[in-house]
């Protein structure tokens, strides 16, 4: 099984519905990310969370909400889905190390597609 | 903020070696990593560096001078296999992890 699984993998919905990404990890890690991909643009940071009650906004926060229910469980919302968040989507962990930030340990990716 | 700059495609052949450069500009720099992702496929770590110098790690090499804010990501004895997208990503003292677009990599056989 997946160290970082997240639910679910596809999903097709419409313009103004409610959408929730889920994020569970085994890795034990403190820290707690969620990034989207967009062909050209990378990865950008949407909101991560550095422990259960740490919630912060990353550059793309608009649009977005999250909840980190559990350090092993981190879940993305978008209350009403527009076609420009058509994206593949990323949950990511990390734990403390070298000094500074670790290496980032990443879900499978949840494709959106907004209608 | 970060501004990262990194080629957008190159194409090598099989058995040669490439060379993929990324430029930064970052306040408080606290590190730099390279991700390998194949495609449809999710980022997986390749390499750290947050002192000056050069770390190698088998085939590949990832290079950094924190004065002239530049890294480097060197592929060797490039097999099929290595194609994908190759992502520079830097580290401030917030801990976050802001990414360049990505450098695709084609090799030919």
């Known amino acids: 099984d997946a160290d970082v699984t997240q639910t679910p993998r596809n999903r097709i919905t419409k313009t103004g519905k409610r959408i929730m990404l889920e994020c569970s990890q085994t890795k034990g890690h403190d820290r707690m990310y969620w990034y989207r991909q967009d062909p050209g643009l990378g990865l950008r940071l949407i909101y991560y969370?550095?422990?259960?009650?740490?919630?912060n906004k990353g550059e793309i926060s608009d649009g977005y909400s999250v909840s980190r229910q559990a350090q092993a469980k981190f879940s993305l919302s978008l209350e009403s889905a527009i076609p420009n968040q058509t994206a593949l989507y990323f949950c990511?962990?990390?734990?403390f190390g070298m000094g500074g930030p670790g290496e980032l340990f990443f879900g499978e990716g949840s494709r959106l597609t907004v209608l | 903020g970060q501004n990262i700059d990194q080629p957008t495609e190159m194409t090598a052949t099989e058995g040669a070696i490439v060379q993929i450069n990324c430029t930064y500009q970052t306040s408080g720099f606290n590190g730099l990593f390279w991700y390998q992702q194949h495609a449809g496929e999710a980022p997986t770590f390749l390499s750290y560096?947050?002192?000056?110098g050069l770390e190698e790690k088998g085939r590949f090499s990832s290079f950094l001078s924190r004065s002239k804010g530049y890294s480097y990501l060197l592929l060797k004895e490039l097999q099929m296999k290595d194609s994908a997208s190759y992502l520079c990503a830097v580290t401030s003292n917030d801990y976050k992890l802001s990414f360049g677009a990505g450098t695709t990599v084609t090799v030919r056989a």
């Open positions: 990511a962990t990390s734990d």
């Open positions: 560096n947050v002192l000056d």
């Open positions: 969370s550095f422990d259960v009650k740490d919630i």
